[in-house]
């Protein structure tokens, strides 16, 4: 007979389970990689170059004297170095990706298809626009989809991230009440407690000052506090809506009505727009500015340092001050409004060289149009209902944040069930890690003490939201059975044990050296 192993699978009857450590380095099909300046490819390269057919003597001092520093790999070595590199890394690929407040969602293929085609890969933003008629139709038409799916009249889309986007929204704001002379007095931001910290962070970019607003015990805007600190010196507020904490703001209304009231102006983070996408409309809440992240959202590949995109829709008070470029199609085609002379006017000026980021717009326009109206819909639908079954399903071993009613796309717990463990969050993360799972958002927001965010998003099925609920379940409860050393010692299996992050963060090495009397070195 078989046994039954920790994740429920059959183990053969005499398999050895403690491990001898690898000779190599290696573990199975885990391969014991160096650096690629590790190597000894030094003296070679992989391919053959031809001859250049000038000479370089334009230019001068700036002709190469030594060796160009860069290892030589064939094409075997270069493909097996970035597979195993990719081997040692989690991805969406792979499984899920439980980050919560971050969206981690399936990248369709048929978007990167889309994004391939030469009539938006190849094409240059100083070509004449005649030339790319097809490019800015693509953007006009998800100009005008973003703008149905949130109710506002305007939006610009060349902000490059959801940061950048708030920057866009806040310069708006701001161009808003010097054109109105009020920017003089108006110089403070209330942001709530469980905001990003991009939030607050973007309004003091600004130049305004911030002013914190109380979370109630329910993990929603404290409106008596809202409404004591509005007044003649409040330029806006910054609310995300779902909140960071998974939580519909149910006075969203209210909340609006005072501060229009006020005169001021209310900016929503839309980081969490996955969570009502086709069910809410932002501008029938009375939102005056909304980024969209569209790889939160519309699936665009998500972080890494590239090319990202977070369009800013705004209100009609706000719509004459969006930054240019805008589209507009009329009897001569699509053409770009870019001048101050034209009718950017009143536009507060550029956020970027060009007109944003084209891969991303293919993308997120492929990804509206595959799934059409009734799709964009079940996304957030979903999305709620797999977030509300991690819920259920982890609520009796593990403690909810905010127990009372259901949540929206993402799942909070707190440390409360870990106490008297001698456990921690990080513990239980590092631990997740050696049963193959990446672990979720940890001591975030930090209004809850310990705080375990998992966003499952709706590209999980119920199978693999069942073996990933099946692991955290077993993990609770060795917690709680007093298995302290499971914990305190992860990751055991990863490629790196645990690092000293402290250490990491304030003094990281971000540049290899060679080793003294290496090829390399010389």
């Not at 920017?183 to 002013?211: C, D, I, M, Q, W």
């Not at 930054?323 to 001048?339: I, K």
């Not at 950017?344 to 991303?360: E, I, K, V």
Request: net charge negative; glycine share 10%; hydrophobic share 40%.
């Amino acid at each position: 007979m078989s046994t039954m192993n920790t994740v429920g699978r059959p183990t053969a009857p005499n398999q050895v389970t403690s491990k001898p450590a690898t000779l190599t380095g290696g573990r199975g099909l885990l391969q014991n990689e160096a650096l690629i300046f590790e190597g000894e490819g030094w003296g070679k390269t992989g391919v053959d170059l031809p001859e250049p057919k000038g000479s370089a003597s334009d230019l001068g001092e700036l002709v190469r004297k030594d060796p160009i520093g860069l290892p030589g790999l064939s094409e075997p070595e270069a493909m097996r170095h970035y597979v195993r590199l990719s081997q040692k890394n989690h991805a969406i690929d792979l499984a899920i990706y439980p980050l919560g407040s971050c969206t981690m969602k399936h990248n369709p293929r048929l978007n990167e298809k889309m994004a391939r085609l030469p009539g938006f890969s190849d094409i240059h933003p100083l070509q004449p626009q005649s030339t790319v008629q097809g490019a800015l139709e693509l953007m006009d038409s998800l100009a005008h989809w973003l703008k149905t799916l949130t109710g506002m009249p305007a939006v610009a889309l060349s902000p490059k991230a959801g940061a950048h986007g708030e920057l866009c929204g806040l310069m708006a704001i701001r161009a808003a009440h010097e054109a109105s002379g009020q920017h003089e007095k108006r110089r403070k931001v209330l942001v709530p407690t469980s905001a990003h910290g991009t939030n607050p962070a973007t309004a003091a970019f600004v130049g305004y000052s911030v002013v914190e607003v109380a979370q109630t015990d329910d993990g929603r805007v404290d409106v008596a506090d809202l409404a004591a600190k509005l007044g003649d010196d409040v330029a806006a507020i910054m609310v995300t809506n779902p909140n960071t904490c998974g939580l519909f703001e149910r006075d969203i209304l209210e909340i609006s009505r005072l501060t229009h009231e006020a005169g001021a102006y209310f900016y929503c983070d839309g980081a969490n727009f996955n969570a009502i996408v086709g069910r809410v409309r932002p501008g029938d809440l009375g939102v005056d500015a909304m980024h969209i992240n569209l790889h939160k959202t519309f699936s665009t590949p998500h972080g890494g340092g590239g090319p990202g995109a977070g369009p800013v829709v705004l209100s009609e008070a706000l719509a004459p001050f969006a930054p240019a470029p805008w589209v507009v199609h009329d009897a001569d085609g699509y053409r770009l409004v870019e001048r101050e002379e034209d009718e950017a006017a009143q536009a507060f000026g550029r956020l970027c060289a060009f007109q944003g980021q084209m891969g991303m717009y293919v993308r997120a326009l492929s990804y509206m149009m595959s799934h059409g109206s009734d799709g964009l819909r079940q996304v957030a639908e979903d999305a709620v209902l797999n977030a509300n079954y991690i819920k259920a399903r982890l609520s009796d071993l593990m403690s909810p944040a905010f127990p009372e009613g259901p949540c929206m796309h993402e799942a909070l717990f707190d440390d409360e069930w870990l106490k008297g463990t001698d456990i921690t969050t990080l513990d239980f993360a590092k631990a997740m890690i050696d049963e193959g799972f990446h672990p979720m958002t940890m001591y975030f927001p930090l209004v809850v003490h310990g705080a375990m965010l998992i966003e499952p998003t709706e590209t999980e099925s119920k199978a693999e939201l069942d073996r990933f609920i099946e692991a955290m379940r077993l993990l609770a409860g060795a917690a709680k059975a007093g298995d302290v050393d499971r914990f305190k010692g992860a990751p055991f299996h990863a490629p790196l044990r645990r690092l000293d992050e402290t250490r990491a963060a304030r003094s990281p090495v971000l540049r290899w050296t060679a080793p003294e009397g290496s090829n390399q070195a010389a």
